[in-house]
Antibody, heavy 117, light 107 residues
């Protein structure tokens, strides 16, 4: 069974850095794409980044240059390194995995990041 | 960026009703479209991929149609557990984008 469990969220001051983790089980990280999606309080879903099995990465303009997606295949973990955090980065961050045909299928439960002084 | 516009933004319906939600893309996306359901305080759940294919385990009362720019999600007979917010998402072109959501409420 595929399971995704995010961690690393919390309260961080503007300008600070934080690394989110997504622990995967039931499959090998690196065999499918994995992605991060966030949801600001009371708002809709926003895609922010994806990493493919071959290592290619893509980012939303809102986080490009500030966030970095990576994975550690041996530890079956996906990461999101976030820097220069802003108040508007406050959100629940979900990791998700591709199904069989290029669409998101599996979701983690999310981790809340609050950027505030 | 491709803009995804859902309509309506919210609707009220009764158990047993047929419900249709529309999603329009600002440019053609072939069939690279997914639908998700989100209950309050929980992670999204994947319902449909490739515009019309049902994810495993999703009840057959959910169906999706469309290609190009116009898509629909239909719930043939609304059940109590279907009251939620629904999102469409295109994965044709980066950045992937979501619709603003449609909240289905109890009448």
């Amino acid at each position: 069974e595929v399971q995704l469990v995010e961690s690393g969220g919390g309260l961080i001051q503007p300008g600070g850095s934080l690394r989110l983790s997504c622990a995967a089980s039931g499959f090998i990280v690196g065999t499918n794409y994995m992605t991060w999606v966030r949801q600001a309080p009371g708002k809709g879903l926003e895609w922010i980044s994806v990493i493919y099995s071959g290592g290619s990465t893509y980012y939303a303009d809102s986080v490009k240059g500030r966030f970095t997606i990576s994975r550690d295949n041996s530890k079956t973990t996906l990461y999101l390194q976030m820097s220069s955090l802003r108040a508007e980065d406050t959100a629940v961050y979900y990791c998700a995995r591709e199904g069989l045909v290029g669409a998101i299928k599996y979701w983690g439960q999310g981790t809340l990041v609050t950027v505030s002084s | 960026d491709i803009q995804m516009t859902q309509s309506p933004s919210s609707l009220s319906a009764s158990v047993g009703d047929r419900v249709t939600i529309t999603c329009r893309a600002s440019q053609g996306i072939s069939k690279f479209l997914s639908w998700f359901q989100q209950q309050p305080g929980t992670a999204p759940k994947s319902l449909i991929y490739a515009a019309s294919s049902l994810q495993s385990g999703v009840p057959s009362r959910f169906s999706g149609t469309g290609s190009g720019t116009d898509f629909t999600l239909t719930i043939s007979s609304l059940q109590p557990e279907d009251f939620a917010t629904y999102y469409c998402q295109q994965y044709s072109t980066y950045p992937w984008t979501f619709g603003q959501g449609t909240k289905v409420e109890i009448k």
